[in-house]
């Protein structure tokens, strides 16, 4: 039968190190060896399997680059970070009536697993609209299910908060996405006639959206492994988890801004990693 073959450690922490990703199976071809010979020799170099982190575009040279130069232009032109006061930020998530996640199960030998059931396909869903300042939710609705953001929409639900805001503030900075709704020529039409300053936002930066990385994060965190019967069901989770929220949570979310816009730029345009 001969010697069993000598792995070459130096070669198998190369792969590894260059593609985090390679499955056991793939780097087992690549050495000539069994895949539990490469898992032993990964524990012995200290290795251990976990989640990747899905990131939410692969981004191109150009993409990195607009990311920069927005950062660039919003730290640059905008020194003095009172303006963030004045501003005004929102989003639409769909909000789900069953909430099951499948995350790692951590099992002693022979245990299994606790079952998770299958997505619906075409699940039950509400789609939610809110619009927020450093201060509080400003706006939210909820939209029938089967109902989308078209621009038309959007322009009603922004008259909506203009007037929500009448007397309230003179000077509103205005930050999105770049949805089609968002961006739509109507749509901009409709910042100027509201006299709204719009604040840039690079493409496929969800990282950049208080949005995005502060409250729906919250959200998807309470909602985790919830279910709701009906309609009124998830408008009452939605009220509890709004009511339960501080000022000084706002505030923290969109206070991070500037820190945010200067790692960007100081990683070249890479996402920022989420702890």
């Not at 069994?34 to 976990?50: C, F, M, W, Y």
């Not at 032109?77 to 009172?82: D, K, L, P, V």
């Not at 989770?237 to 816009?261: A, H, T």
């Amino acid at each position: 039968f001969g010697r069993p073959i000598e792995l070459d450690v130096n070669f198998l922490k190369q792969l590894i190190e260059q593609d985090p990703r390679l499955t056991l199976r793939c780097v087992a071809e690549q050495l000539g060896c069994s895949h539990t010979t490469v898992q032993k020799h990964l524990i012995e170099l200290g290795k251990t399997g976990k989640y990747g982190v899905w990131i939410p575009h692969e981004l191109s040279s150009h993409q990195l680059q607009q990311r920069v130069d927005t950062c660039m232009d919003l730290i640059t032109s905008h020194r003095n970070y009172q303006w963030l006061s004045n501003l005004i930020t929102g989003d639409e998530k769909w909000v789900l009536y069953v909430n099951y996640t499948r995350g790692r199960q951590w099992l002693s030998t022979g245990q299994t697993g606790v079952a998770t059931p299958k997505t619906d396909p075409h699940p039950k869903k509400l789609m939610l609209s809110v619009w927020w300042s450093i201060k509080e939710v400003i706006h939210r609705e909820i939209l029938r299910n089967g109902y989308t953001i078209t621009a038309d929409l959007y322009c009603e639900q922004l008259d909506r908060v203009a007037e929500k805001l009448k007397g309230k503030q003179d000077r509103v900075y205005f930050l999105h996405d770049n949805a089609r709704p968002h961006i739509a020529k109507l749509t901009r039409e409709k910042s100027l006639k509201l006299g709204w300053i719009t604040v840039p936002h690079p493409p496929y930066s969800p990282d950049l959206a208080p949005t995005d990385y502060h409250l729906f994060r919250s959200l998807s965190n309470d909602l985790r492994d919830k279910k709701f019967k009906d309609e009124s069901d998830v408008k009452t989770e939605l009220v509890k988890f709004f009511d339960e929220k501080s000022q000084d949570f706002y505030e923290r979310g969109i206070m991070s801004l500037p820190e945010r816009w200067r790692q960007v730029v100081d990683s070249n345009g890479k996402y920022i990693s989420e702890n």
